[in-house]
Protein backbone atom coordinates (compact mmCIF):
# COMPACT_ATOMS: atom_id res chain seq x y z
CA UNK A 1 0.00 0.00 0.00
CA UNK A 2 2.99 2.26 0.98
CA UNK A 3 4.29 1.78 -2.49
CA UNK A 4 1.15 2.47 -4.06
CA UNK A 5 0.52 5.42 -2.51
CA UNK A 6 4.45 7.05 -3.65
CA UNK A 7 3.62 5.43 -7.50
CA UNK A 8 0.39 7.35 -7.34
CA UNK A 9 2.10 10.69 -5.94
CA UNK A 10 4.72 10.04 -8.44
CA UNK A 11 2.43 9.82 -10.84
CA UNK A 12 0.36 12.96 -9.77
CA UNK A 13 3.39 14.74 -9.83
CA UNK A 14 4.66 13.85 -13.84
CA UNK A 15 0.80 14.72 -14.31
CA UNK A 16 1.13 18.02 -12.93
CA UNK A 17 3.95 18.67 -16.02
CA UNK A 18 1.42 17.44 -18.21
CA UNK A 19 -1.75 19.36 -17.27
CA UNK A 20 0.81 22.83 -17.14
CA UNK A 21 1.27 22.32 -20.73
CA UNK A 22 -2.20 21.13 -21.53
CA UNK A 23 -3.46 24.41 -20.19
CA UNK A 24 -1.14 26.29 -22.61
CA UNK A 25 -1.98 24.62 -25.47
CA UNK A 26 -6.30 24.40 -24.87
CA UNK A 27 -5.61 28.91 -24.01
CA UNK A 28 -4.47 29.40 -27.51
CA UNK A 29 -6.64 26.99 -29.05
CA UNK A 30 -10.08 28.46 -26.77
CA UNK A 31 -8.57 32.13 -28.46
CA UNK A 32 -7.45 31.02 -32.14
CA UNK A 33 -8.88 28.17 -32.93
CA UNK A 34 -5.31 26.48 -33.47
CA UNK A 35 -3.22 24.23 -32.08
CA UNK A 36 0.24 25.73 -30.76
CA UNK A 37 3.25 23.15 -31.35
CA UNK A 38 5.45 26.10 -30.09
CA UNK A 39 4.93 24.56 -25.92
CA UNK A 40 8.07 22.55 -26.15
CA UNK A 41 9.95 25.21 -27.29
CA UNK A 42 8.72 27.62 -24.25
CA UNK A 43 9.19 24.82 -21.77
CA UNK A 44 12.79 24.94 -22.38
CA UNK A 45 13.16 28.17 -22.32
CA UNK A 46 11.38 28.59 -19.21
CA UNK A 47 14.04 25.96 -17.69
CA UNK A 48 17.17 27.73 -19.96
CA UNK A 49 16.05 31.31 -18.16
CA UNK A 50 15.89 29.89 -14.27
CA UNK A 51 19.35 28.18 -14.76
CA UNK A 52 21.03 31.07 -15.93
CA UNK A 53 19.18 33.41 -12.95
CA UNK A 54 19.53 31.30 -10.32
CA UNK A 55 23.06 31.72 -10.59
CA UNK A 56 22.39 35.45 -9.40
CA UNK A 57 19.06 34.89 -7.96
CA UNK A 58 17.56 32.87 -5.21
CA UNK A 59 15.03 29.99 -6.86
CA UNK A 60 11.96 31.20 -6.60
CA UNK A 61 12.74 34.95 -7.39
CA UNK A 62 14.21 33.55 -10.25
CA UNK A 63 11.53 31.24 -11.58
CA UNK A 64 9.31 34.47 -11.28
CA UNK A 65 11.18 37.11 -13.65
CA UNK A 66 12.10 33.72 -15.95
CA UNK A 67 8.58 33.59 -16.31
CA UNK A 68 7.90 36.67 -16.97
CA UNK A 69 10.03 37.01 -19.72
CA UNK A 70 9.17 33.76 -21.05
CA UNK A 71 5.50 34.93 -21.27
CA UNK A 72 6.98 38.53 -23.22
CA UNK A 73 8.30 36.15 -25.80
CA UNK A 74 5.38 34.42 -26.50
CA UNK A 75 3.49 38.01 -26.83
CA UNK A 76 6.44 38.60 -29.00
CA UNK A 77 5.81 35.75 -31.00
CA UNK A 78 2.02 36.22 -31.77
CA UNK A 79 2.95 39.55 -32.73
CA UNK A 80 5.70 38.67 -35.19
CA UNK A 81 4.91 35.44 -36.25
CA UNK A 82 1.17 35.06 -35.81
CA UNK A 83 -0.43 38.48 -36.01
CA UNK A 84 -0.03 39.00 -39.93
CA UNK A 85 -1.32 34.98 -40.52
CA UNK A 86 -4.72 35.94 -39.28
CA UNK A 87 -7.56 34.82 -41.43
CA UNK A 88 -5.49 32.44 -43.39
CA UNK A 89 -5.88 28.80 -43.21
CA UNK A 90 -5.56 27.10 -39.50
CA UNK A 91 -3.46 24.48 -41.14
CA UNK A 92 -0.74 27.33 -42.28
CA UNK A 93 -0.80 29.07 -38.74
CA UNK A 94 -0.25 25.77 -37.52
CA UNK A 95 2.64 25.12 -39.42
CA UNK A 96 4.19 28.41 -38.46
CA UNK A 97 4.32 27.69 -34.48
CA UNK A 98 6.14 24.35 -35.50
CA UNK A 99 8.90 26.40 -37.53
CA UNK A 100 8.87 28.90 -34.27
CA UNK A 101 9.16 25.65 -31.99
CA UNK A 102 12.27 24.43 -34.11
CA UNK A 103 13.65 27.80 -34.19
CA UNK A 104 13.66 28.42 -30.92
CA UNK A 105 14.66 25.06 -29.00
CA UNK A 106 17.69 24.95 -32.00
CA UNK A 107 18.82 28.80 -30.14
CA UNK A 108 18.14 27.19 -26.39
CA UNK A 109 19.56 24.06 -27.06
CA UNK A 110 22.90 25.98 -28.25
CA UNK A 111 23.09 28.02 -24.99
CA UNK A 112 22.25 24.42 -22.91
CA UNK A 113 25.42 22.77 -24.21
CA UNK A 114 25.92 18.91 -24.09
CA UNK A 115 26.09 19.03 -20.27
CA UNK A 116 23.24 19.06 -18.15
CA UNK A 117 22.48 22.39 -16.64
CA UNK A 118 21.07 22.52 -12.80
CA UNK A 119 18.05 24.48 -11.47
CA UNK A 120 19.29 25.29 -8.20
CA UNK A 121 15.74 24.07 -6.72
CA UNK A 122 15.73 23.55 -2.81
CA UNK A 123 14.43 20.07 -3.09
CA UNK A 124 16.75 18.61 -5.66
CA UNK A 125 16.13 14.51 -4.94
CA UNK A 126 15.10 14.80 -1.80
CA UNK A 127 12.56 12.66 -0.12
CA UNK A 128 10.10 13.46 2.45
CA UNK A 129 8.97 10.71 4.89
CA UNK A 130 4.88 10.92 5.60
CA UNK A 131 4.06 7.84 8.08
CA UNK A 132 5.64 5.31 6.43
CA UNK A 133 5.11 6.84 3.05
CA UNK A 134 8.17 7.92 1.27
CA UNK A 135 8.08 10.54 -1.88
CA UNK A 136 10.24 12.94 -3.85
CA UNK A 137 9.93 16.28 -2.55
CA UNK A 138 9.94 17.57 -6.53
CA UNK A 139 7.01 15.84 -7.25
CA UNK A 140 5.40 17.20 -4.65
CA UNK A 141 6.03 20.63 -5.03
CA UNK A 142 5.16 20.46 -8.58
CA UNK A 143 1.58 18.87 -7.79
CA UNK A 144 0.66 22.02 -4.90
CA UNK A 145 2.70 24.26 -6.95
CA UNK A 146 0.35 23.15 -10.52
CA UNK A 147 -3.01 23.07 -7.89
CA UNK A 148 -2.11 26.40 -6.84
CA UNK A 149 -1.81 27.92 -10.98
CA UNK A 150 -4.65 26.06 -11.72
CA UNK A 151 -6.87 27.78 -9.07
CA UNK A 152 -5.59 30.89 -9.33
CA UNK A 153 -6.17 30.70 -13.57
CA UNK A 154 -9.95 29.50 -12.84
CA UNK A 155 -10.01 32.61 -10.63
CA UNK A 156 -9.36 35.00 -13.16
CA UNK A 157 -11.02 33.25 -16.02
CA UNK A 158 -14.41 33.32 -14.00
CA UNK A 159 -14.29 36.70 -12.01
CA UNK A 160 -12.01 39.38 -13.52
CA UNK A 161 -13.05 41.79 -16.24
CA UNK A 162 -10.32 40.22 -18.69
CA UNK A 163 -10.41 36.77 -18.08
CA UNK A 164 -14.84 37.46 -19.01
CA UNK A 165 -13.10 39.34 -22.18
CA UNK A 166 -10.93 36.44 -22.72
CA UNK A 167 -14.28 34.03 -22.37
CA UNK A 168 -16.73 36.33 -24.55
CA UNK A 169 -13.22 36.26 -27.10
CA UNK A 170 -13.33 32.58 -27.43
CA UNK A 171 -16.99 32.18 -27.53
CA UNK A 172 -17.77 34.58 -30.72
CA UNK A 173 -14.30 36.97 -32.07
CA UNK A 174 -16.79 38.83 -33.90
CA UNK A 175 -19.59 39.77 -30.99
CA UNK A 176 -16.61 40.26 -28.63
CA UNK A 177 -14.98 43.11 -30.81
CA UNK A 178 -18.62 44.83 -31.33
CA UNK A 179 -18.46 44.96 -27.24
CA UNK A 180 -15.49 46.76 -27.21
CA UNK A 181 -13.05 43.60 -26.45
CA UNK A 182 -10.22 43.88 -27.87
CA UNK A 183 -9.69 40.33 -29.43
CA UNK A 184 -6.08 41.51 -30.76
CA UNK A 185 -5.20 41.67 -27.12
CA UNK A 186 -7.01 38.52 -25.99
CA UNK A 187 -4.91 36.57 -28.52
CA UNK A 188 -1.44 37.97 -27.33
CA UNK A 189 -2.33 37.40 -23.42
CA UNK A 190 -3.58 34.15 -24.63
CA UNK A 191 0.20 33.48 -26.14
CA UNK A 192 1.32 35.05 -22.77
CA UNK A 193 0.12 32.96 -20.41
CA UNK A 194 0.62 30.06 -22.46
CA UNK A 195 3.98 30.36 -22.24
CA UNK A 196 4.11 31.07 -19.23
CA UNK A 197 2.53 27.77 -18.21
CA UNK A 198 4.61 25.95 -20.50
CA UNK A 199 7.57 27.44 -18.88
CA UNK A 200 6.61 26.51 -15.61
CA UNK A 201 6.79 22.90 -16.62
CA UNK A 202 9.74 22.88 -17.90
CA UNK A 203 10.95 24.51 -14.38
CA UNK A 204 9.48 21.48 -12.53
CA UNK A 205 10.56 19.00 -15.61
CA UNK A 206 14.22 20.17 -14.79
CA UNK A 207 14.08 20.16 -11.01
CA UNK A 208 16.04 17.43 -9.17
CA UNK A 209 17.50 16.38 -12.50
CA UNK A 210 18.88 19.25 -14.62
CA UNK A 211 18.09 20.66 -17.78
CA UNK A 212 19.06 19.09 -21.04
CA UNK A 213 18.41 19.26 -24.66
CA UNK A 214 15.98 16.26 -25.11
CA UNK A 215 13.59 17.00 -22.14
CA UNK A 216 11.16 18.91 -24.61
CA UNK A 217 10.31 15.00 -25.96
CA UNK A 218 7.88 14.90 -22.46
CA UNK A 219 5.72 17.96 -24.34
CA UNK A 220 4.52 15.76 -26.83
CA UNK A 221 2.75 13.98 -23.91
CA UNK A 222 0.36 17.01 -23.72
CA UNK A 223 -1.13 16.01 -26.84
CA UNK A 224 -3.01 13.05 -25.62
CA UNK A 225 -3.54 15.20 -22.71
CA UNK A 226 -5.73 17.70 -24.80
CA UNK A 227 -7.00 14.87 -27.28
CA UNK A 228 -8.24 13.19 -23.34
CA UNK A 229 -9.65 16.69 -22.03
CA UNK A 230 -10.83 18.06 -25.20
CA UNK A 231 -9.02 20.73 -27.43
CA UNK A 232 -11.20 23.32 -25.59
CA UNK A 233 -11.65 22.69 -21.90
CA UNK A 234 -9.39 23.84 -19.47
CA UNK A 235 -10.73 21.78 -16.88
CA UNK A 236 -10.56 18.29 -18.93
CA UNK A 237 -6.54 19.65 -19.49
CA UNK A 238 -6.03 19.24 -15.87
CA UNK A 239 -7.96 16.24 -14.80
CA UNK A 240 -6.74 14.26 -18.35
CA UNK A 241 -3.21 15.43 -17.14
CA UNK A 242 -3.20 14.17 -13.64
CA UNK A 243 -4.97 11.03 -15.00
CA UNK A 244 -2.72 10.23 -17.80
CA UNK A 245 0.20 10.63 -15.29
CA UNK A 246 -1.18 8.35 -12.41
CA UNK A 247 -2.05 5.41 -14.96
CA UNK A 248 1.69 5.61 -16.71
CA UNK A 249 3.36 5.62 -13.13
CA UNK A 250 0.82 2.38 -12.45
CA UNK A 251 1.56 0.74 -15.52
CA UNK A 252 5.40 1.83 -15.65
CA UNK A 253 5.89 0.37 -11.62
CA UNK A 254 3.41 -2.86 -11.79
CA UNK A 255 2.64 -3.87 -15.47
CA UNK A 256 5.55 -6.08 -15.53
CA UNK A 257 3.58 -7.78 -12.58
CA UNK A 258 0.53 -7.74 -14.55
CA UNK A 259 1.82 -8.68 -17.84
CA UNK A 260 5.30 -9.32 -19.65
CA UNK A 261 3.74 -7.13 -22.07
CA UNK A 262 3.49 -4.51 -20.06
CA UNK A 263 6.68 -4.54 -18.74
CA UNK A 264 10.10 -2.48 -19.57
CA UNK A 265 9.16 0.92 -21.17
CA UNK A 266 5.89 0.19 -22.37
CA UNK A 267 4.81 3.21 -19.46
CA UNK A 268 6.22 5.41 -22.46
CA UNK A 269 3.52 4.44 -25.13
CA UNK A 270 -0.22 4.52 -22.21
CA UNK A 271 -0.62 7.70 -23.19
CA UNK A 272 -0.67 7.52 -26.74
CA UNK A 273 -2.77 4.61 -26.56
CA UNK A 274 -5.45 5.93 -24.52
CA UNK A 275 -5.36 8.87 -27.34
CA UNK A 276 -6.46 6.42 -29.84
CA UNK A 277 -9.42 5.07 -27.33
CA UNK A 278 -10.42 8.52 -26.98
CA UNK A 279 -10.40 9.48 -30.89
CA UNK A 280 -12.65 6.15 -31.61
CA UNK A 281 -14.79 6.60 -28.91
CA UNK A 282 -14.98 10.04 -28.86
CA UNK A 283 -13.15 12.49 -31.33
CA UNK A 284 -13.81 15.57 -29.53
CA UNK A 285 -12.37 14.31 -26.04
CA UNK A 286 -14.02 13.16 -22.66
CA UNK A 287 -14.96 16.92 -21.98
CA UNK A 288 -14.60 18.75 -25.24
CA UNK A 289 -17.68 20.27 -26.46
CA UNK A 290 -18.94 18.85 -29.35
CA UNK A 291 -19.30 19.84 -32.62
CA UNK A 292 -23.02 19.81 -34.87
CA UNK A 293 -22.88 20.19 -38.26
CA UNK A 294 -25.94 20.55 -40.30
CA UNK A 295 -25.68 19.50 -43.48
Known amino acids: MNDLIATVVRGLGNGSIYALLALGFVIV??????????????????????????LELNFFLAVVVALLLTGLLGVGVERVALRPMIGKPVFVIAIITLGVDIVIRTVVNSFIGVDIRQMGDPWGLQQLKLGSVTIDQRHLATLVTTLIVVAA????????????????????????????????????????????????????????IGLEQNLWLTALKALPVIILGGLDSLGGAVVAGLSIGVVEALVGNYGGEVSPVFGGDFFLVVPYLLMLLVLLVRPYGLFGTREVERI
Open 153 to 208: LFAFYRWSRTGLAMRAASSDQEVAQAQGISVGGVFSLSWALAAMLAGLAGVFLSTG
Open 29 to 54: YKSMRVISFAQPAFMMVGGLLVSHLV
